[in-house]
């Protein structure tokens, strides 16, 4: 093995392992449990707990969440969904993947996130679903939109990709009625290594999306270990959570009150460091509800700051180039004003676990001087 520097402000993420994560996976190694196994099933149960829900399904990404939680709401050809063109490029693969339509929607530049009016006034007859985005664990406020969709067909289908942790009043994201999806991707909150998980809201949701991320297979293993064959009950896909996979993250959760913390400290860190500079506005997140995940800013002449720190070697991000510019949504594509302005001034500084308070230092105090030689400062 050789050893590496510890991650430090040249990575923009990072993930973060507390130790026994290796050991986690060596006994299930040992044990044979590679594939959808009890341990599997263990991280569904100790996942639901935490959230305080009935039911977790596991899967394999958060893609794979989306995939099947928007089949789940029996969302397809001909459907629109309402999503915000500021996510990642996986929430639109999905909708994509179960042939429905995305109904590009801006967002609050403040948040990053959709109102309740964005949602709204997208609303039409083929609306079927809305995916709103906890852009950076920000736990966003629907609860007119939760009302007003209350007793329709329409879906709110929430990527908590980022939210993992984040509370609504005294409720965790995920425990607030909607479909949820998680990632437990490297960089996320939570890692698996790779995985996802989603939060059912019903009995009937959870056997579908079980049925579906294995093959459409109905019977357990242990039933199938007892017959001569199997029942394919409809569309399935390779979407299970391996016990690898699995393990890595009870291992994670069983820490996940220190990265809650961490992330609220390192979180307040930047919040103290970034105050003095006028010409930075700070994509706030209340960190007494939310477990932070992105720590991004609004900078002018972003692409030469950007430029300029990264020659420094400062780990700077972009999260993300809006989809409804991207050449393959293009067919989607409608002026989202608000998107389009911030598309050009947000910049994702190094946010993960292995960062020091001084790193932090450093990070701002090179911000502050790029920004002084750009004459923005
Ligand atoms: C990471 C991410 C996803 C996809 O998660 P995977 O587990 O990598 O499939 C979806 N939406 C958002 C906003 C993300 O950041």
New binding site residues.
């Given amino acids: 093995m050789t050893t590496t520097a510890r991650p430090g402000a040249g990575r923009n993420a990072s993930p973060y392992l507390y130790g026994q994560e290796a050991a986690a996976v060596a006994r299930v190694l040992e044990a044979g449990q590679y594939g959808h196994t009890e341990v599997t099933e263990e991280f569904e149960r100790r996942i639901a707990a935490f959230l305080g829900v009935p039911d977790a399904v596991a899967v394999m ?4 969440a ?1 995939h099947t939680a928007l089949l789940a709401a029996d969302v397809g050809p001909g459907h629109e969904v309402i999503v915000p063109s500021m ?2 490029c ?2 639109v693969q999905a909708i994509l993947a179960v042939g429905a339509t995305p109904r590009f929607v801006d967002v609050d530049p403040g948040t990053l996130c959709v109102t309740d009016q964005h949602v709204m006034d997208a609303v039409t007859e083929n609306t079927a679903a809305v995916v709103p ?1 906890l852009f950076g664990g920000r736990a966003v406020d629907l609860s007119r939109v939760r009302k007003e969709l209350t007793g329709s067909h329409i879906a709110i289908v929430e ?1 908590a ?2 939210a993992f942790g984040s509370r609504y009043g005294a409720r965790r994201v995920g425990a607030t009625g909607d479909l949820t999806c998680f ?3 490297p960089i ?1 909150n939570l890692t698996c290594g ?1 995985g ?1 998980m989603v939060i059912p809201r019903t009995r009937e949701e959870a056997d579908t999306v079980r049925r579906i991320r294995l093959l459409g297979v109905v019977q357990s293993q242990a039933e199938r270990a007892e017959t001569t064959s199997y029942r394919v009950a409809g569309l399935g896909l390779r979407y299970q959570l391996s016990g690898i996979n699995a393990a890595i993250g009870l291992a994670q959760l069983d820490r996940f009150d220190q990265t809650e913390r961490t992330r609220r400290t390192l979180w307040r860190a930047y919040r103290r460091a970034l105050g003095p500079l006028d010409a930075v506005t700070l994509i706030d997140v209340d960190p007494d509800r939310s477990v932070p995940h992105l720590c991004q800013v609004r900078v002018p002449h972003r692409d030469d700051v950007f430029a300029q720190l990264r020659a420094q070697g400062i780990g700077v991000g972009v999260h993300y180039p809006p989809n409804h510019l991207q050449p393959a949504f293009s067919t989607w594509r409608r002026a989202l004003s608000a998107t389009e302005q911030v598309a050009g001034e947000i910049l994702t500084l190094p946010f993960h676990l292995h960062l020091t308070e001084r790193d932090i230092d450093q990070v701002v105090t090179a911000l502050e001087q790029v920004l002084k030689s750009a004459g923005a400062a």
Avoid: E, P, R, Y
């Avoid at 990404?61 to 794979?64: H, K």
């Fill in positions: 990404s958060c893609t794979a989306l996510t990642f996986a929430t985005v990527d990709a980022h990632s437990f991707g996320k790779q996802g």
